[in-house]
T-cell receptor, first 114, second 111 residues
């Protein structure tokens, strides 16, 4: 089945370290998104991309950067991790032919910054 | 900026009872309102959605209603079962490209 995958699934790192979270998809969707989930705050959009040459900031992009290496891959980087970036991170995709933008989520990456 | 408010944050019901979760949105141009269910340790998955040209939609035990004038939409679950226990997120489509999510409702269904 076509799917959205994320690596790693869990990561513990230290303050100041650079870390990259990766997302791959076999759905053939052009649109990809990165969200973070915190208890009581829901899902907040970090960055999104509509194709390989398109990168857009979301609600909470400070402290993060992204790279869209190919249609199927979208990476999220924390250049210098800090403890308040401890969260559950989700990648999602959607099909631009779907005018209502249903989004399909990956399994999530649990990141802990000590 | 655009905002989606969701209430309640937690909801406990007895098996067989109904559950209602309510959301309000700020952008009157929003035209698509999905609901996602996230079981413990799992990814959010779409369970039902409603478009702005429809006032109500039903799928077995779940239904959504939309009041565009008041900018409210709600999820209704009837005859709740323990497997309905999860976190539910509402969302509203902003412009043509983004979803803004509510803060989530943790539903617990007790046998």
């Amino acid at each position: 089945d076509a799917d959205v995958t994320q690596t790693p699934r869990n990561r513990i790192t230290k303050t100041g370290k650079r870390i990259m979270l990766e997302c791959s998809q076999t759905k053939g969707h052009d649109r990809m998104y990165w969200y973070r989930q915190d208890p009581g705050l829901g899902l907040r959009l970090i960055y999104y991309s509509f194709d390989v040459k398109d990168i857009n900031k979301g609600e909470i992009s400070d402290g993060y950067s992204v790279s869209r290496q190919a249609q199927a891959k979208f990476s999220l980087s924390l250049e210098s991790a800090i403890p308040n970036q401890t969260a559950l991170y989700f990648c999602a995709t959607s099909d631009p032919l779907d005018s209502y933008n249903e989004q399909f989520f990956g399994p999530g990456t649990r990141l802990t910054v000590l | 900026g655009e905002n989606v408010e969701q209430h309640p944050s937690t909801l406990s019901v007895q098996e067989g009872d109904s559950a209602v979760i309510k959301c309000t949105y700020s952008d009157s141009a929003s035209n698509y309102f999905p609901w996602y269910k996230q079981e413990l340790g799992k990814r959010p998955q779409l369970i039902i959605d409603i478009r702005s040209n429809v006032g109500e939609k039903k799928d077995q035990r779940i239904a959504v209603t939309l009041n565009k004038t008041a900018k409210h939409f709600s999820l209704h679950i009837t005859e709740t079962q323990p497997e309905d226990s999860a976190v539910y997120f509402c969302a509203a489509r902003i412009n043509t490209d983004k979803l803004i999510f509510g803060t989530g409702t943790r539903l617990q269904v007790f046998p």
